[in-house]
C-alpha cells in the first residue's frame, strides 16, 4: 500500500469535541465516558472487538445515535435534539457506511447530485458538473449513468464516498468501509481513502485495516466495552501497546 | 506417490450449450405425458374443457343482436337453430345500453359525461407517463379521435360539437408541442368533474378550486416560520373558512354577472358506469395520498399523531364497507346540522375513500418496511430532512414494492362501487340490471346484462393491472 507522508498539517482549531458522553441502549450501557478531541486535518483511525461501541461512537457524531448524557460540539454547533442543529451538523458532516446505502432507485449521478440540490440549493447543472469531478477523483466517471446495482462493491463504495465529498463535508466519518468488500476490492476504497488523507481531510475511520492505520492515521484510538482503552500514535500503538487488552487485541488481528 | 501439483496450461474458451431441445412431441411429452398420472390429468383436463365449450359456444354463437323482446328473441333463435337450441340474446345491451352506461341522465346531455370521460383519460395521460412522451401523445389521439367518433353518434346541438371538438382537437395540439402541460388538466380535473356532471355555474367550481389557492398561499407565507405540518393545518382552516364563508357568496356575485350555466342535475340521474367511474376514480386518487399519510403516521414518533392513525386503520378496516355507506346514507344526515343539502354521492365518494385509505395504508407500510435501514440513515447523513427524506428517497422506494398491493386495493375498491346499490344509488350490476329486466319486454333475461356489465369491469381492471405491471418493470432498478 501506497505510504503517504505523515507531515499533513493539523491545526490547533478544534473539529469535533465530545466531553463525558454516555449513551445507553435501553438498560445496556454502550458508550462510557468516553472523551474525546478531534482537531481539523486529524485523521483518527477507530479500532477495537465488534460491540465495543466504535460504530456507535462516530453514528454519535453526526446524531444518526443520540447520546444521553455528556457534549457532543460538531465544528462549534453542540449537538442537542434541535432539529436545525441537526441537520446544520449533517450537512458539514459526511457520512460512509459498511454497506454503502446508495439509493437503488437513482442512478449514480442522481446519488450524488440529491443532497447538494435538496439540501444545498445548488443549481442542477452546477451540482453535475460537481458530481463529475468527484466521480472523476474516484476514478469511475463512466459509470455516472448506471444504477447502483450494476456496480461491483467496491466501485459502490467509492461512489459513496464521492457522494459525500459533492456536499464539500469539513469532516468525513468512515464506518467500517472496507468490511463487506471482496479482499480484491478493498484496495481501491483505501487508496480513495488515502488520497483524501493526503487533502487534509478531517477523517475519523472505523475500521480494521491496520496497513491503513499505519499509513494515514495520526493517532489511533482502541476501544473496548464502550470505552477508550488506549490512543497513540500509530507506531507506538502497533510496536508499543501498553495495556494487556490492546495486547490480546492486536496479536488477535495481527497474528496471522 | 501422487503429485498434486497442477497448472492449466490454456484458459477454455466458453462454448455452445448442448443441441437445443424443442419439438412440439419432445414439449407434449414432458410437459402433459410425462407420467401415468399426468396422462389421467391431461385427459380429465381436456374433457372438462370440451364439456364447458360444447355447453357455452352454441349460445353465444347463437346469439341475436337484433330484437326488440325477449320472445322475440326465444323466436328467431327456434326458427334458425331448431326448436330446442339455446342462444343469447344481445339484443337487450344493444337497445338498452345507455341506461347501463348513463343511468338516468337526459339523452340531450350524454355529451357532458362523455367529454368528461375523455377528459378522464387526457389528464391521466401526463400522470401515467410521465416519462414517456410518445404514450401520452398517442394516448391523447385515441381519446380525441374516439370522442369525435362519440360526438357523430351523440346527437348534440351544433354549438356543443364545435367547441367541444375544437377543445380536444387544442388538447391533442398540447399533447403534442408540450405533452408535460397537460398535468393542469390533470390539476383541473376534479373541478371540471364537477361542472360537467353536475352543471351549474361555473363559479361554484372555481371557487372550490379557489379554495386550494387560499390553502397554498397560506402555507407559502406560514411555512417559514410554523414548519410543513402547522403550516399545512394553517392552510387547510384557512381554505375551508374560505369554502364556508366566501365560496358561497363570491361565487353568486360572479355568477350574476356572467354565469356560464350548464343545466344543473341531481344526483339520483347518476347510474350504470357513470356512476361506478365517478365514485372509483375519485376515491382511488384521493385514497392513495391519504393512506400514505396514515402510513407514515403510523410510524410516527408523536404518540397523538400514531395513536390517531393506528385508531382509524383499525377501525375503518375492522368494519364492513356497506355499514359505512349506510353511515353515508343515514347516520350522517343525523350528525350534520339541519338544512345541510350533503349530496349523498359525495358522502359515498368519502366514506369509500376512507376505507381504501386505510387498505393502502396497510400496504404501503409493508412497502416501508422492506426498506433497509441503511436508506434512512443514508438520507439523515447527507442532511435531507424529513420530508425531502420520504419524497425523495423512502416513498420512492417503498410505493415500488407495494404497487402490486396496492393496485389489488384499486381493483377491489372499482368493483365494490356496484355496492352503493345498498343505499338506493343505481350501480350497473345490481341496480341498472334490475331496472332493465323489470321491463316486461326483457322479463326473464339473465345471463346478458350481467356478462357484458362483468366484461366491462373485467376490462377496467385488467387495465390497471396491465398498467401496474409496466410500472413495475419500469421502475426496475436495482437489478437483485
Known amino acids: 500500500m501506497a505510504t503517504a507522508e505523515n507531515n499533513m498539517a493539523v ?55 443520540e447520546h444521553q448524557q455528556g457534549q457532543i460540539i460538531v465544528d462549534g454547533t453542540e449537538l442537542t435534539s434541535d432539529l436545525k442543529n441537526i441537520d446544520k451538523v449533517r450537512s458539514e458532516v459526511g457520512m460512509v457506511f459498511q454497506h454503502f446505502n446508495l439509493f437503488p432507485h437513482l442512478t449514480i449521478l442522481e446519488n450524488l447530485t440529491l443532497a447538494p440540490i435538496w439540501v444545498r440549493k445548488i443549481p442542477k447543472k452546477e451540482a453535475e458538473e460537481t458530481a463529475m469531478y468527484f466521480l472523476g477523483k474516484v476514478k469511475i466517471p463512466e459509470q455516472a449513468h448506471k444504477y447502483p446495482g450494476m456496480l461491483s462493491g467496491g466501485q459502490q463504495q467509492r461512489v459513496a464516498i464521492a457522494r459525500s465529498l459533492c456536499m464539500k463535508p469539513r469532516i468525513m466519518l468512515f464506518d467500517e468501509p472496507t468490511s463487506a468488500l471482496d479482499p480484491e476490492m478493498i484496495k481501491e476504497v483505501l487508496d480513495t481513502m488515502i488520497e483524501l488523507a493526503q487533502e487534509g481531510m478531517t477523517m475519523l475511520c472505523v475500521t480494521h485495516e491496520m496497513g491503513f492505520a499505519q499509513a494515514v492515521a495520526n493517532r489511533v484510538i482502541f476501544m473496548d466495552q464502550g470505552q477508550i482503552v488506549e490512543q497513540n500514535e500509530p507506531k507506538e500503538f502497533f510496536n508499543n501497546p501498553k495495556s494487556d487488552r490492546t495486547k490480546l487485541f492486536l496479536s488477535q488481528i495481527l497474528g496471522h | 506417490m501422487s503429485d498434486i501439483s497442477y497448472v492449466r496450461d490454456s484458459m477454455l474458451p466458453p462454448s455452445e450449450p448442448p443441441g437445443a431441445q424443442t419439438g412440439v412431441v419432445k414439449w407434449m411429452r414432458e410437459n402433459l405425458f410425462s407420467g401415468l398420472s399426468n396422462t389421467v390429468l391431461t385427459l380429465v383436463g381436456v374433457a372438462a374443457i370440451y364439456y364447458f365449450l360444447q355447453l357455452v359456444l352454441p349460445w353465444l354463437l347463437h346469439g341475436v343482436w337484433y330484437a326488440n323482446s325477449l320472445s322475440e328473441c326465444r323466436s328467431i333463435i327456434a326458427e334458425n337453430y331448431g326448436p330446442n337450441a339455446s342462444g343469447a340474446c344481445w339484443a337487450v345491451i344493444r337497445l338498452r345500453w345507455y341506461q347501463f352506461v348513463f343511468g338516468f341522465y337526459p339523452p340531450e346531455l350524454w355529451w357532458r359525461p362523455t367529454l368528461n370521460f375523455a377528459l378522464l383519460f387526457v389528464a391521466l395521460a401526463p400522470a401515467l407517463f410521465s416519462d414517456n412522451l410518445r404514450m401520452v401523445r398517442i394516448m391523447v389521439g385515441v381519446v380525441a379521435a374516439l370522442y369525435l367518433l362519440a360526438l357523430v353518434c351523440l346527437s348534440t346541438t351544433p354549438l356543443i360539437f364545435v367547441v367541444t371538438a375544437v ?32 352543471g351549474g355555474s361555473v363559479w361554484s367550481s372555481a371557487m372550490g378550486l379557489a379554495g386550494f389557492g387560499v390553502l397554498a398561499v397560506v402555507y407559502r407565507l406560514t411555512n417559514d416560520r410554523l414548519g410543513v405540518v402547522v403550516a399545512t393545518g394553517v392552510g387547510v382552516v384557512a381554505a375551508i373558512l374560505w369554502w364556508i364563508f366566501l365560496a358561497g357568496p363570491v361565487a353568486g356575485g360572479l355568477a350574476s354577472v356572467l354565469a356560464f350555466r350548464l343545466e344543473p342535475m341531481d344526483s339520483d340521474r347518476f347510474g350504470g358506469f357513470l356512476l361506478a367511474f365517478v365514485i372509483g376514480v375519485s376515491s382511488i386518487s384521493i385514497s392513495l395520498p391519504i393512506g400514505i399519510l396514515l402510513a407514515l403516521g403510523r410510524q410516527s414518533d408523536m404518540l397523538l399523531i400514531r395513536s390517531l392513525s393506528i385508531g382509524f386503520i383499525e377501525f375503518v378496516r375492522g368494519v364492513p364497507l356497506i355499514t359505512m355507506l349506510f353511515t353515508a346514507s343515514l347516520l350522517l344526515g343525523y350528525f350534520l346540522p339541519p338544512q345541510t343539502n350533503f349530496d349523498l354521492i359525495l358522502r359515498v365518494v368519502i366514506l369509500v375513500t376512507f376505507f381504501a385509505a386505510a387498505y393502502n395504508a396497510e400496504v404501503v407500510r ?37 404497487i402490486p398491493g396496492i393496485v389489488t386495493n384499486f381493483i377491489g375498491l372499482f368493483k365494490d362501487t356496484t355496492l352503493v346499490n345498498f343505499v338506493g344509488l343505481r350501480d350497473p350490476l345490481i341496480g341498472i340490471t334490475a331496472v332493465v329486466r323489470s321491463d316486461l319486454d326483457w322479463k326473464g333475461i339473465y345471463w346478458e346484462p350481467y356478462i357484458f356489465v362483468g366484461g366491462v369491469f373485467f376490462l377496467a381492471c385488467y387495465g390497471m393491472s396491465r398498467y401496474s405491471m409496466y410500472l413495475e418493470r419500469k421502475l426496475k432498478t436495482d437489478h437483485r
Open chain 2, 167 to 198: 377543445l380536444i382537437a387544442a388538447l391533442f395540439g398540447v399533447s403534442v408541442v408540450a405533452p408535460m402541460q397537460l398535468i393542469w388538466v390533470t390539476l383541473l380535473f376534479p373541478f371540471i368533474t364537477i361542472y360537467l356532471l353536475w
Open chain 1, 11 to 65: 491545526s490547533d482549531e478544534v473539529a469535533v469535541q465530545i466531553t463525558g458522553m454516555n449513551k445507553w441502549y435501553g438498560t445496556f450501557h454502550v458508550l462510557r465516558d468516553v472523551n474525546m478531541t478531534v482537531q481539523r486535518g486529524e485523521r483518527i483511525v477507530i479500532c477495537g472487538p465488534s460491540g465495543s461501541g466504535k460504530s456507535t461512537l462516530i453514528r454519535c457524531i453526526n446524531r444518526l445515535e
Open chain 2, 366 to 402: 409493508g412497502g416501508l418496511a422492506a426498506l433497509a435501514r441503511g436508506q434512512y440513515e443514508a438520507a439523515d447523513a447527507l442532511g435531507l430532512d424529513y420530508w425531502q427524506a420520504q419524497r425523495l428517497i423512502i416513498m420512492p422506494q417503498a410505493l415500488k414494492v407495494a
